[in-house]
């Protein structure tokens, strides 16, 4: 009774590696993490991947293949305070039992820098084996002092091929899984909550279990059908973590779509975003930046429909303001592409971070009073209006130590075509000096 109370993810964890699902890239036969858990080379480690990947599994294994103590902290429920007494009872049992202590910490990036600090000693004397897991970028969550003293290994999101594979792993072992009911389950079936399972092998099985309990009874077992299983995916199954990677990994994917012309692939990492829970609002203000980063003056209109569809979703918000999202990233996708105005900016940024403070050339200052004309302000300087063409063949409007400094250089596409005739034919025309008088 009392195995039947503890939820089947947590009876199923595998005891060997060779039970253990996934992750070939990292425990298939002779790859040096497998290596050193069976070749006993204990290391500390940090496991980096998305939920329900095996992270706090595989460390119970690590455990087990070098004989140690096994002690687990949360970072969501521990701090200091419970840091010292894992640590405390790890010397007590290197040094009254002679006994090595694996101390995993869950959701380690949740620690704060006081706190990671804590392990550090410890860790580098030999008083323990650290094994952090974390589902956010440790790059930007740990310390670096933390993660020079372990060795990062990456988990990637389990295949619908790896899930199923845990799933009939369950529904085979009548010890720990679910083999005793009898459960008649097919192919379809297992494919449906694999596939919906996202990667994340507890949500699987915990969807298994809920879904045998509202099995039909039949004379030879329990039959698990198609509807019993929608019955139990409803809740949100795609992973998207508002303030985590996996935001800025989609909302990057987006953006990448739409500058590399694939209006499809765009829609889909907007519908992505959407569909998890995004603000749509956040959506619009990357959109805005596309038009200006990736398509500027090859087509000016993509700016515009950028501004309009975040107006229009302000005013009628969802779902029906989302098509106007859609129909701006559909058509930005589709527009001519240039970056021209953006590296402009930023080189003629550069420029004035680094060029200090230099005076503007006084043909070019205005002269609102007769002082400032007696001092030559604007003396010199040509109404471009007043020129052929309105343009001052040959006028230097910069400092004259960046005289003829060139930042923006349109492309070959779109309204920029135009603009890199005019002023190539501009530039072609004679160069002259600001007349001094």
């Known amino acids: 009774m009392g195995q039947l109370l503890t939820p089947l993810a947590e009876r199923m964890r595998p005891a060997t590696l060779d039970e253990y699902a996934g992750q070939l890239h990292l425990l298939a036969v002779g790859k040096p993490l497998r290596r050193a858990i069976e070749e006993s080379r204990p290391h500390s480690m940090l496991f980096w991947g998305p939920p329900g990947t095996g992270k706090t599994t595989l460390a119970r294994l690590i455990t087990h293949y070098w004989k140690a103590e096994f002690l687990t902290l949360s970072a969501v429920l521990a701090g200091v305070k419970e840091i010292r007494a894992a640590v405390d009872v790890a010397r007590q049992n290197r040094e009254q039992f002679g006994r090595t202590t694996v101390l995993f910490v869950d959701e380690v990036h949740r620690f704060n820098k006081v706190q990671q600090d804590a392990f550090l000693p410890h860790i580098e004397d030999g008083t323990l084996l650290f094994i952090g897991a974390t589902t956010e970028n440790p790059s930007f969550e740990l310390n670096n002092a933390l993660l020079s003293r372990v060795r990062t290994y990456v988990l990637r999101s389990l295949t619908p091929a790896d899930i199923k594979q845990v799933l009939q792993r369950a529904l085979q072992d009548a010890d720990k899984g679910l083999g005793g009911l009898q459960v008649q389950v097919s192919e379809v079936v297992l494919d449906a909550l694999a596939s919906a399972a996202d990667g994340d092998a507890r949500r699987a099985l ?81 959109v805005v930046r596309m038009a200006t980063e990736d398509i500027g003056n090859a087509d000016p209109r993509g700016l515009q429909l950028a501004l309009n569809a975040w107006d229009t979703y302000e005013r009628l918000g969802s779902p029906e303001g989302e098509l106007a999202i859609a129909q701006a990233v559909v058509y930005l996708a589709c527009a001519p592409k240039s970056n021209a105005v953006y590296t402009a900016y930023k080189l003629a940024k550069a420029d004035a971070q680094q060029s200090g403070s230099l005076d503007v050339p006084m043909h070019l200052r205005n002269a609102p009073t007769k002082l400032m004309k007696a001092l030559d302000y604007g003396k010199g300087y040509r109404y471009a209006h007043d020129e052929k063409g309105a343009y001052a063949v040959g006028e230097n409007y910069f400092p004259e130590e960046l005289r003829g400094r060139r930042y923006y250089e349109p492309v070959a596409r779109g309204l920029e075509i135009k603009i890199r005739d005019k002023l190539n034919e501009l530039r072609k025309a004679p160069r002259q000096k600001t007349s001094p008088d």
Request: charged share 30%.
């Open 206 to 286: 915990n969807w298994l279990e809920q879904a045998a309990d509202l099995a039909e009874e039949t004379p030879t077992g329990l039959q698990l059908t198609e509807s019993t299983v929608k019955e139990v995916l409803t809740e949100n199954v795609r992973r998207f973590d508002k303030g985590g990677d996996l935001f800025y990994e989609q909302i990057s994917a987006l953006h990448k779509s739409v500058r590399g012309t694939d209006p499809d692939a765009a829609l889909y990492w907007l519908c992505r975003m959407l569909d998890g829970g995004c603000d749509p609002l956040y959506i619009t203000r990357r």
